[in-house]
């Protein structure tokens, strides 16, 4: 497939009709014609001459409405629209501490192929991740008998300072280097059109897409890994801030003059609960033997405080209530509807724990009112590399909406 | 004027297509009809229909361009659209610690008179503001040989946890009474339609109508008034939090196990900075005369720092760390563009002091891109007010609309 | 009697066995004159010359062992000796925040006489403190058919920064004026010797002479009031310092930057346990009627907080806490066989709970040896006023011995 | 020389008095006897009794006065008596992290031999530090052609908390045993008396015979290390504490719920200002290449922080105030007439800086007298290793002296 072009030009008030066409489809998974002038308040004619364009470029099909087939023709009022799940093969991909992840969706959003490897170190320059990326989709598009050029679009979510309208990288744990214009390193080194983020708002995305924020429009992801990462949903959209260097819940102060953070600053959240944080105390307290590595030793901790060692305990009791109030204070900024406390390890329950809801609900703000409901997601990589699939699947669908207005 | 009622329903595509207008209308003073389709994307023939609509409702009329004064008639293509500033008389009032302000303003947002009458009480029962709010009213359009009952609408900003959709008062400083549902008791007392928000909102919706926010789509204010408040606007829009209880920034906490706070929780912002919080520190260490007010307490507490007494600079310093730290963890949230000190109190320096403004450079996450620009307004009781006002005037033109689009 | 004098020079060695003596037939009851020399290791002709020089001097006398009573004169062996009760009349007398109690005793420790008498005011002047003292031992002696010419010596107890050893009050919170030679200026007002010491020094020595610190040579008194207190006693001794302004409990540091404390720095644990730093938490978020007396506010907060009230709890936990922490860094610095928590007030039960006791064990170093014995001992002024009865006895001693050494 | 034995029984009166003789004679280097019995108290002829018995056993000799020879026997009156530096050979040993360090000293004070040898491990078996002091001596006494068995007695510093008087360990950071009764088992290595303490204590010693305490009765030494230590001294003893626990400065809480200490404890001194609390700070912020010693780290740390490096600055820095304000705490408990700020390594300056100075300046209790004298001295392992010699000569002293009472 051509490859699609990026800065065609602003949207217009007609592209923006046609995204939310697109929008609703895919929410509806099958929808008539008729419904979505209904739902967009657009005239049924306006509805129908953008649909046919779309059926026309392929992104679009008929379907008989509750078969989820394509419609046989007979009985034209039944007929709804889908999307062609085969317009578009997406790719997203999650750089974590350790390992690349990555996930294949059709254009529907079904996962078609997930495959994971190793990085080839904790921190790589942005050419070798480049490279590793490549490596990474041509296996994972191997295994359904493509090539990386048949991929549409790819997500990319890592941790770290990163403006997602600039594609630009201030600082990531992943990178050596600071400052990286990262999409354009991509795209320069990937035939497919590349969409960056915070891995954290990638997740916000997936929540909202299939995971625990269906429907909902004002919600706070907070994830833990290495360190603590944040994304912000109001009114349905990702919430980036000026520079894109907003949701750095990981660097809010909660103690003043209190621990030195990596950042260099002092008192940050994550100089409480970061795997870093926990280390230093583990290991001046109760220190395991040399060089054994990090996983193993927090592995440790987490066993020790768990059976009740009071060093231990101590350790994961500080950071659960230092988390407790940086979620609090969230809440009292931004009482959203729902706050998620999304992460993939098991080892952290301490930070999902009853102690830490009820320390939540303690430090907000006293109303007569519920406050917001709090759930724990648990998840792993592949569902971030989902997130960033979907981060890819919307740049695509407005790459393509905008070739159709071209076009049109 | 025919009272306009409230919850006709809800607005539709072409209410908000009016909305539109009318905004557009306002923010440009004057404009032509086909500047209004440019900008908005909405087909001159609709514009036409729409514009007359409000012309025949009297809310808006012609002019001959440049002039701003109604048109003559003569060289249609130079003949704009502006509001009608009698079109509605609108009434502002900022309940404050011991004054009620009030600024009327008619439809184009010009001030036509201001008043302030003292309070009563510091807190009052929601019956009493009532009536006195009726009394200041009363003695505001006496002046301009008006009565309450020329008035269209009233906006009321007051501190407190304030569900501003609903109308309704969790807790307010100023009440004697907690859940009231207080819109409801005004708008039974008086004879317009009530638009009720927490003040520091109603800042901020000043800020961007006619102070330093002009033009900024993300920001937010701070204020400083016997309490902290915030107001944050996401996208041009206040962003109000799910209850109506976010923005609580007066109670983010900056200390686990903190000073208490007189919400009940500990290490509140709050309980640092607040005047409560900075006279308990005074009144111990620097006894004043027995019997001696408040504000003279404080004012001898500020003056001594400001001269360097030790004790008092300890007390005053204190405060400026804690309010930077704060501060600082509101822009690593929200990363905005700008972010604006507001308050009326020359007293409070300390707070907007060049030594806050380094400590927030300091405490915010670096990345290479220059940090929020940080403003600091002073000003009074009648721009809270004015904010008030300008928020009825919103209310009043949504409801204008909404009845336009039912005789239509 | 006669006024003893103060000052007649250095004690020497003689002088040194001369109080040993006398010391240890108070604290034995009763002794024979072989037990005294086998005790101190003075030979027995030493201690019959020295005994002679008493009984002469009418401080000691013989008495049938086993009696109580006055040696009939037969079987010598059986004599044993015992102070003179009648030898002198001592008063000790506490100065309290709105009281003055005093203790009247004979020279065998047998109080006789005890009064109480409102002070004027919390802060007097010291001359007025001097006339009010005046007429407490007025009214004390005059209930013995006594007056106060037949005293021989008072102790005086105060809280504040008192040097013992010069008659000097560097700071006192009953007094209004500051660096006062207190003990100059009573003498001057009164016809005996004066012995001052801060208060709780002379809990101390009422706790080692007839309290909980009986035949322990190493041990700490901690003392709450309207401030908190300290004795330390070394090797059997007072330890007061180079200046007399150790033992400044109250004053050490808890917290870096901490809440403000009346003296005015930060992070005293006075300004976390006093009563005042208890009031100012208490009046902040708990607000009682306005003219109430901080009394009635202290007792209001207590049982609130003993009835499960969030805040008062809250408030009366923290105060628990941060006095385990400066009680554990005691026990860690001293290594004290016996710390004794001594206060009038059942009120402040929640400083002497099993939860503090249980902090001082966590907090303490922790090696294969009990923990010091922590002892909690509830008492009236009527105590305090004997402890100063205590000191003045010994003065008392001091002087009647040198004067034997000059008559010898 | 026969080995002295320990524990023959209680030391009586006349024990007390010869060695008060001893000690005199020691500080005056040479003093007649006339002058001995006015200094102590004690009758010329008992003098001349005990002082004949020490000649007779070959701890003191006559002098002619002035000269520090031995008296020619001619002019009486002329002769004084001084120590037999010969009469016995001292050696004090200091346990170090890396290093033992020792020094000979004859029965005058006088250095005759030094040496340093690095030990084998930072935490060592007792059984195996016993083999490596064994060496270490034998090493030393070559030097100077004797041998070990010449050795009268061995003071033993090492940090940790011991208990003195019973010669155990409760815990040492240069074991890897706890709970080990050392000085049985060092005696049991070797062939003389062995005086163990804390190496802080010995620190002390050596202030107070030949350092900056030199005719001070109450002050407090704190030594900066590894970690931190204390010796107090108080009317001229070093104040041991009840289990041999006392002084546990390093351990004082400065923070509730505050940076974890390898003790297992949150808030302790040391888990701020020790090496291991500054390079867990250091090793997060400023990651320096893997591998490189701790020494390294340290010292690239604090080359940066002189250098003007906001991070490191911001390490030694907070260590430094909190560090001021445990001192203060110090002074507000002690009120000594001096305290000694002392240790070896230049590079901890930041803890003796002028800014800690005026921090604890400003955080004693401030009263109309000058704050104790605080005087910084610097000094090598040697200086502790002779404080521990020093111990030894006391101890030594103490078992001749009781010989001579069992021979007299």
Chains 1, 2, 3, 4 share one sequence.
Not at 112 to 137: D, F, G, N
Not at 236 to 256: D, I, M, N, P, S
Not at 374 to 393: L, P, R
Request: charged share 20%; net charge negative.
């Amino acid at each position: 497939m051509a490859r699609l072009e990026r800065g065609i030009g602003c949207a217009d008030t007609r592209d923006k009709t046609r995204q939310q066409v697109v929008s609703l489809i895919r929410s509806a998974g099958q929808i008539a014609r008729i419904d979505i002038a209904a739902e967009t308040g657009v005239s049924p004619a306006t509805i129908t001459a953008i649909t046919q364009e779309m059926i026309q470029a392929g992104l679009v099909e008929e379907v008989a409405p509750g078969t989820g087939r394509p419609a046989s023709g007979r009985g034209r009022p039944r007929v709804s629209l889908k999307l062609r799940g085969d317009a578009h093969l997406l790719a997203g991909i999650k750089v974590s501490f350790r390992t690349l992840s990555v996930v294949l969706v059709d254009f529907e959003g079904t996962s078609v192929a997930e495959h994971v490897a190793p990085l080839s170190a904790p921190r790589v320059s942005p050419e070798a991740l480049a490279v590793e990326i490549r490596a990474l989709l041509a296996a994972a598009t191997a295994e359904i008998g493509q090539t990386v050029d048949d991929i549409s679009g790819l997500g990319v979510g890592l941790a770290g300072t990163i403006d997602a309208i600039a594609g630009f990288v201030h600082w990531s744990p992943s990178l050596t280097a600071s400052n990286v214009a990262l999409r354009d390193l991509l795209e320069a080194a990937l035939p497919m059109p590349v969409f960056l983020d915070n891995d954290a708002n990638l997740v916000a995305k997936a929540e909202q897409l299939f995971g625990e924020a269906r429907g909902v429009r004002d919600f706070i992801v907070v994830t833990i890994e290495q360190g603590v990462g944040m994304g912000i949903v109001i009114d349905g959209e990702v919430y980036r801030g000026t520079r894109g260097c907003g949701a750095e819940f990981g660097h809010t102060k909660v103690h003043l003059d209190g621990a030195l953070c990596r950042c260099g600053q002092r008192g940050c959240l994550e100089a409480y609960v970061a795997d870093y944080a926990l280390l230093r105390e583990a290991d001046v307290s109760m220190p395991g033997e040399a060089g054994s590595s990090a996983e193993d030793r927090l592995n440790r901790l987490f066993l020790a405080a768990r059976a009740g060692e009071p060093t231990a305990h101590s350790i994961t009791h500080r950071a659960a209530r230092m988390f407790a109030m940086g979620l609090a204070n969230l809440v009292n900024i931004f009482d959203p509807r729902l706050l998620i406390l999304s992460g993939e390890r098991m080892s952290h329950d301490f930070l999902y724990s009853d102690e830490v809801l009820a320390a939540i609900r303690d430090e907000v703000v006293q109303v007569d009112a519920p406050p917001p409901e709090v759930k724990i997601h648990k998840w792993g990589d592949q569902m971030w590399a989902k997130g960033a699939a979907a981060y890819a699947m919307e740049g695509v669908t407005d790459l393509a909406v905008r070739r159709l207005a071209i076009d049109a």
